[in-house]
């Protein structure tokens, strides 16, 4: 388990380290009455907990949980995930600001839990399926059926989608991933570039099914 420094600071940090995996979940949260409630709920959980002050510095915390409405705000290490929380409207904007994973209103400390041991799992770049494992080698895709060459584009897309997978993903939080920028109104660019992955993802392994990628209306694209 990694050290932690006690801070000052006005927005309550709750850590949380999972007895058996050895992370650390840095919790961020200007309400108290949330942060007893999830004191209470971890308390009956394989986890334990310590509270200090602001967001951790680089290397503290292998994953953060942060409201929503403060993503722009917290000086968070670029190169950990994020949860992010709060109101459904607040979704696109959370994604799009690099969030892994998304707890809508009204959630519950066990549903953190097992997003937060989901996104850490898979923090290795290996993704388990009913039909094998893959991971990712550079750009390509190792399958159960061999390396799958994927273009630049098409690797930052799944690499996304696999970093949510279960949830939806916006159509603009995937364009920003792979053009830097929003999808141009109209443009079927990325649509073209998802087709792509699901036609080589299906074609070296059949038993993913057509379902590999679904499209969600009005919402993005999800791996289920």
Known sequence: MKRRSERGGTAPRLSTAPQTG?????????????????????????????????????GEADLYAVPAAAMGSLALDPGVPVIAYGPPNLLRSAF?????????EPWTAEELALRALRILERSSGSFAFPWGEVRFEGKDLRTPAGLLALSPRESRILTKLLAARGSPVPRDALACRAWGKPAAAGSRALDMHVASIRRKVIAAVPAAGPRFITAIRGEGYMIP
Do not use: K, N
Request: net charge neutral; aromatic share 8%.
């Open 22 to 58: 050895g992370c650390t979940i840095a919790f961020v949260a200007a309400d108290q009455v949330l942060m007893e409630r999830m004191r209470a709920s971890l308390a009956r959980s394989p986890f334990h907990f310590l509270q200090s002050g602001d967001p951790p510095s680089p």
């Open 96 to 104: 799009l600001a690099g969030c892994a994973d998304y707890l809508r």
